[in-house]
């Protein structure tokens, strides 16, 4: 059964490459998505889970596109760096403001200090929680 994620991605990562849109680029000619060696639910990542990109920083807080995972953790030779394969990836030309979706979600238990539930690189989420930022997504479409 796959398992439903927040890739949390900021100005500076562990990884170094810069944000989400910074990545876009790469993520596209590539199908790779980085992952830091100390990010946390890292092994736990397997083929088909489901994946929201979140921009993280003063210019982001907001969900900006969605992909599904092909591969669990693997070793990227070219980048000296371990990833994960994604496809069926989508970057969405109007992110969700996270801030408008935040009473919805059940992962995050204190809205007033709801930027801790996004620390650490990828948050597991549930298949409801999933679904609630997709269906707000494409409510603003």
């Known amino acids: 059964m796959a398992k439903h994620w927040i890739f ?4 500076y990562t562990d990884f170094n490459t810069g944000s989400i849109n910074e990545m876009r680029s790469k993520i596209e000619s590539s ?6 060696k ?14 929201l990109f979140y921009q993280g920083g003063e210019q982001g ?6 992909c599904e995972l092909s591969s669990g953790l693997v070793e ?10 994604i496809e069926n990836y989508e970057f969405w030309k109007e992110p969700v403001d996270i ?13 007033k200090r709801w930027g801790i539930y996004f620390k650490g ?3 597991k989420i549930s298949k409801k929680d999933y679904d609630k930022i997709l269906r707000y997504h494409c409510m603003k479409q």
């Open 76 to 85: 990227d030779s070219d980048r000296m760096c371990d990833c994960v394969m």
């Open 38 to 51: 100390k990010t946390i639910h890292r092994n736990a990542l397997s083929k088909g889970d489901k994946v």
């Open 31 to 36: 199908k790779k998505w980085p992952i830091g």
């Open 121 to 123: 690189g990828i948050v």
């Open 61 to 66: 807080r907001k969900i900006v596109g969605m």
């Open 99 to 111: 801030r408008k979706v935040l009473g919805r979600l059940s992962f995050v238990k204190d809205s």
């Open 8 to 11: 949390v991605s900021v100005p």
